[in-house]
């Protein structure tokens, strides 16, 4: 091991003396990086090329909007419509948000909150990132080739009959499937097995809790969509009858099918968020996360309650109504462990020293938002409600809710939380609160609009509607605007803070676990020193030291391994 028997503080000196070698440094050329085997340059390349996809995904919405802005045709002919929202439903949850947090955050913090040098199966991490590249080419292809107008959801039969790109867009779906299966795989054998000294189950973070949830459903759902979206080729291809009744096969099975994985796949979304809410909650309240354990637990419940619950999707495709009737209670079972993070997020905060500081409004209006989608779910699981807002925008501002309200704002709060760690430089706080703001304006004024439109019966998927909505239609445009400024403002103060950014120190918001005990940005190696791992939510254990602005352990030794610890 490393001869230096140096404190988290003496790393950053030993990183300065090594002339500034850290994990960007290390190594020259583009090749270097598109072969790196380093968990964190994968991760810095997922989060390129995801928020690539999100830019992408937000062009499409952006001419959805603008097509919604009058009624009648404004810009486009109803076809390109129907493919517009079907390319913005597929980048945004087959290449941004299914990935997200997990490859590009899961990636670079987890082996660091380890204090591991990389995850168990780095080149397997690689071949997810290899694979998700060779998944994003195909879905580009099919968007060149002439687009799939189907809806994100593929269904039968008029996605065997359609004419559009559909068995390239499926294709790429499939093998985007496989690297979202590796990173589970990879995440789970690395909880397993490289947890340092001192971490029990019980002593591990909850982001870390969150990704191990995530990656059981990664690893039993998605194959289940694979198997899926091959079939459909196949009765594309070869004219077999699975799903399509003039062939003999069973439209509603493909449904079955479908939401079997996709109904899990909103929890591949979600539970990374709350894992990160659960770090950003603690350290900004300055208090230990209240009720761990219920916290730990509830990922896990959430992740197998997520299997029963896919019928809720097909209340209105004739099933039987006992049917309905169990699935109906089974989905109102996962509110449980949902609440029940959301009241221990509540208690952390109680009496808290809050910092409002951009990470911790993304957590606030995640709290704010997510509680709104999870709210008006209940009501699409109710069995009377849900046969009137079926295929409503009140669907659609649902699922907003949850997916942009809650894992992108999320995401975002770790994003500015891990920024300073991720590249070593601080950004404008300024400037970020401004563009928080103007997120959370814009995204309420998108799709709060959308529930009332969808409570009047204003059916999705529509190019055109009756003139009663127009007002409400308009009022979601311009909200999409004020969130596309939004986010061209953070696209500028991060940009900026890469180049001119003050650098960050070590650990500049307090956070007690292990990512932050080594430098910003860390040195290739991860740690100088081998680690132990205490109770990651002791904030206690550190102190403010206004000389380099950040925080020092109070007793350094606490978190080497092979030190007497005195704290
Ligand atoms: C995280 C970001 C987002 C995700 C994951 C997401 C996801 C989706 C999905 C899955 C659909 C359904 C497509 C379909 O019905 O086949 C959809 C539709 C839609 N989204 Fe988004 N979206 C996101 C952001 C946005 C933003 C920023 C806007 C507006 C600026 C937006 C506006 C719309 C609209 C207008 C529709 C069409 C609804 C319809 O006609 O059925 N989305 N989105
Ligand atoms: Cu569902």
Redesign the pocket.
């Known amino acids: 091991m490393a001869e230096e028997k140096s404190a988290p503080g003496g790393d950053a000196a030993v990183a300065q003396s090594a002339g500034d070698d850290n994990y960007l440094t290390h190594g020259k050329g583009i090749l270097s990086w598109l072969f790196t085997l380093d968990h964190k340059r994968i991760g810095v390349m997922y989060l390129v090329a995801i928020l690539s996809s999100?830019f992408l995904?937000?062009v499409f919405?952006?001419l959805?909007?603008a097509e919604?802005f009058t009624p009648g045709q404004t810009i486009m002919t109803a076809d390109t419509y129907n493919k517009m929202?079907?390319l913005?439903?597929a980048v945004?949850?087959f290449l941004?948000?299914i990935p997200g947090i997990p490859a590009t955050l899961g990636n670079f913090v987890l082996p660091l909150m380890l204090g591991a040098k990389d995850v168990a199966l780095p080149r397997l991490n690689l071949a997810s990132f290899w694979l998700w590249l060779i998944g994003a080419t195909f879905a580009v292809v099919s968007i060149i080739v002439g687009a799939v107008d189907t809806?994100?959801?593929f269904y039968t039969p008029y996605s065997t009959t359609t004419g559009t790109a559909v068995i390239s867009m499926t294709l790429g779906a499939f093998i985007l499937g496989f690297s979202s299966i590796f990173t589970g795989l990879n995440f789970i054998v690395t909880i397993h097995k490289m947890r340092p000294e001192g971490m029990t189950w019980f002593k591990m973070p909850l982001f870390l809790w969150g990704l191990y949830s995530t990656a059981i459903i990664q690893v039993l759902a998605t194959p289940v969509l694979g198997i899926t979206l091959l079939l459909l080729v196949a009765e594309r291809t070869l004219g077999v009858g699975i799903f399509d009744p003039a062939l003999g096969g069973d439209p509603v099975l493909y449904q079955h099918f479908f939401w079997f994985y996709s109904h899990p796949a909103v929890y591949i979304m979600i539970v990374p968020a709350m894992g990160i809410m659960s770090e950003l909650i603690s350290v900004f309240s300055g208090k230990h996360i209240f009720g761990y354990r219920f916290i730990a637990y509830s990922s896990i419940a959430i992740a197998l309650l997520s299997f029963l619950v896919w019928g809720h999707h097909m209340f209105t495709s004739g099933q039987s109504s006992l049917t309905n009737m169990i699935f109906s209670a089974l989905t109102f079972s996962v509110a449980i462990p949902s609440a029940v993070k959301v009241f221990n997020w509540l208690a952390t905060m109680y009496k808290g020293s809050i910092w409002l500081a951009a990470p911790m409004l993304y957590a606030l209006s995640f709290l704010f938002l997510f509680a709104i989608g999870g709210l008006t779910g209940l009501f699409l699981g109710a069995l009377a409600t849900d046969i009137h807002l079926h295929d409503t925008?009140f669907v659609?501002a649902h699922?907003?809710y949850v997916?942009?309200g809650g894992?992108?704002i999320a995401f975002l709060g770790g994003i500015h939380y891990w920024w300073p760690k991720l590249f070593g430089r601080m950004y404008s706080e300024r400037w970020a609160q401004l563009s928080a703001f103007l997120i959370f304006v814009g995204f309420n004024l998108?799709f709060f609009t959308q529930f009332v439109m969808g409570s009047h019966g204003m059916p999705?998927?529509?190019y055109d509607y009756l003139d009663e909505f127009t007002a409400y239609h308009q009022a979601?445009t311009v909200?999409?605007g004020i969130?596309?400024v939004g986010f061209l403002i953070m696209a500028g103060y991060l940009l900026h803070s890469l180049a001119r950014g003050e650098k960050a120190p070590a650990n500049p918001w307090g956070g007690a676990t292990l990512e932050w005990e080594t430098t910003s940005p860390p040195p290739y190696y991860n740690f100088a020193h081998e680690m132990r791992a205490g109770d990651p939510y002791d904030l206690e254990a550190l102190e403010w030291d206004p000389s380099i602005k950040g925080y020092v352990r109070k007793d350094p030794s606490s978190v080497l391994l092979g030190e007497e610890g005195t704290g």
């Open positions: 999100f995904g937000g919405a952006m959805i909007r919604l929202f079907t913005h439903g945004m949850i941004f948000i809806g994100w959801t925008y659609v699922f907003h997916m942009f894992t992108v998108t999705r998927r529509y979601s909200g999409s969130l596309a």
